[in-house]
């Protein structure tokens, strides 16, 4: 007994010492405030470049009443799944005004944008099916595709000849082509014009992921489809509310035929309870507050445009389409030590490794805020040019 257990034992220690040897063993940091521009964090305040909590909403009084009235009258948990006796009015509202937000007849509501993803996809694609993935795809894609049994065709990032070709290449019963529309470690955006044309061409069901488009791309913060001015739509626009929206709880805007399927189909969302009225109806607020009060996103908008130009001042590479810059330092443990100097200085941001991101692609992963005043911006900047060789 003894020595089956050391056995197990060691195998999980052993796991355990390797990642610490290679330099990509994670702790978690505990915050003592909200996700905002500026977090407590061990009794001492920073300023924060790391949440995806991007137009500042999280913390919002608007949303923390809409969330407390609901508390107050619906309870804290919904102590059902959507089909049995889980869903209450507040869902309900939501799936509406997320389906008016994005302009489809319908939505259905997810407990994360992890369970959507892992849910939707193996609902549409199982064996015999084909899957065409952005290498680059967040990992609840990945883990959808995988869950699915079909095959999945990995295509070089944002290369739509290379899908193409792949397209033309694999046939199946169900095809598929997902991706992220703004890529969560990159921060570069999907070329949806070519993709849909593509999915239109072949045949395909098509699916975006706007984790960190809602709120962020487009004028008004519509996301990806307003970004491209283009009014043709994916079969399957999913996205977050825990990112701009500064919830919790995932989405998919569809037509009405897709949302009946997915709600008889899609395990995640059978078989687990419905997430809280109250996070349902701060998500909703959210919603509202973005229809109207779009100096918010042009706030962000103007924060990303002065960033990218005080780091083009000091001479920092970086891209970016969105608020997530990628500062690639390549090493694991160079990005942790740089991170620890940056918070060192006052500055929380993180430093992201494999299998976040593939092996040697290291990097600090900055997001900005609608929150972040230009100072703290510029102040960030110089640290940076301080503590990044180029
Ligand atoms: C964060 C993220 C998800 C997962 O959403 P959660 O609501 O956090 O589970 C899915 N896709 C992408 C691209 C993400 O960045």
Redesign the pocket.
């Known amino acids: 007994m003894t020595d089956l257990k050391s056995a197990k034992e060691s195998r999980i220690c052993d796991t355990l010492a390797r990642l610490k040897q290679e330099h990509l063993l994670r702790q978690e940091i505990c915050l003592e405030s909200p996700a905002d521009s500026h977090v407590i964090l061990e009794g001492k305040e920073y300023l924060q470049f790391a949440s995806?909590n991007y137009l500042g909403l999280a913390g919002n009084p608007r949303l923390v009443e809409a969330a407390g009235k609901a508390l107050a009258r619906y309870g804290v948990g919904s102590c059902g799944s959507r089909l049995t006796t889980g869903t209450q009015t507040p869902h309900r509202e939501l799936e509406r005004a997320l389906a008016n937000f994005k302009g489809t007849e319908a939505a259905v509501l997810f407990n994360?944008?992890?369970?959507a993803?892992s849910g939707i996809i193996p609902a549409l694609c199982g064996k015999g099916d084909v899957i065409f993935s952005d290498e680059l795809n967040?990992a609840?894609?990945i883990d959808g595709c995988r869950l699915s049994g079909a095959i999945t065709v990995v295509y070089r990032h944002n290369d739509m000849k290379d899908l193409e070709a792949k397209v033309r290449e694999f046939h199946g019963g169900n095809r598929m082509v997902v991706s992220?529309a703004v890529f969560?470690m990159d921060g570069d955006v999907l070329r949806l014009p070519e993709m849909l044309d593509i999915a239109e061409k072949y045949g395909l069901f098509s699916m975006i992921?706007e984790?960190?488009s809602t709120g962020v791309l487009g004028k008004t913060g519509h996301g990806i489809l307003e970004h491209f001015g283009i009014s043709k739509f994916p079969d399957l626009l999913m996205g977050?509310?825990?990112?701009a929206l500064g919830a919790?709880?995932?989405y998919v805007c569809c037509s009405n035929i897709m949302s009946d399927f997915l709600r008889n189909k899609c395990r995640s969302y059978i078989f687990s309870t419905a997430l809280p009225a109250a996070t349902a109806a701060a998500a909703r607020e959210a919603l509202a507050i973005i229809e109207s009060e779009p100096k918010r996103i042009e706030k962000l908008q103007d924060n990303i445009a002065f960033f990218l130009q005080e780091l083009g001042r000091h001479g920092i590479r970086t891209s970016t389409a969105s608020a997530i810059f990628p500062i690639i330092i390549g090493d694991s443990q160079k990005a942790v030590d740089i991170g620890k100097k940056l918070k060192h200085e006052g500055f929380l941001i993180s430093a992201i490794r494999h299998p976040s991101v593939p092996q040697n692609a290291a990097r600090l992963r900055i997001t900005l805020m609608a929150t972040h005043a230009r100072p703290e911006i510029s102040q960030l900047a110089n640290a940076l040019a301080k503590n990044v060789r180029k």
């Open positions: 995806n994360t944008g992890y369970a993803n967040h609840s894609i992220d969560s992921d984790a960190h977050t509310l825990s990112k919790e709880g995932g």
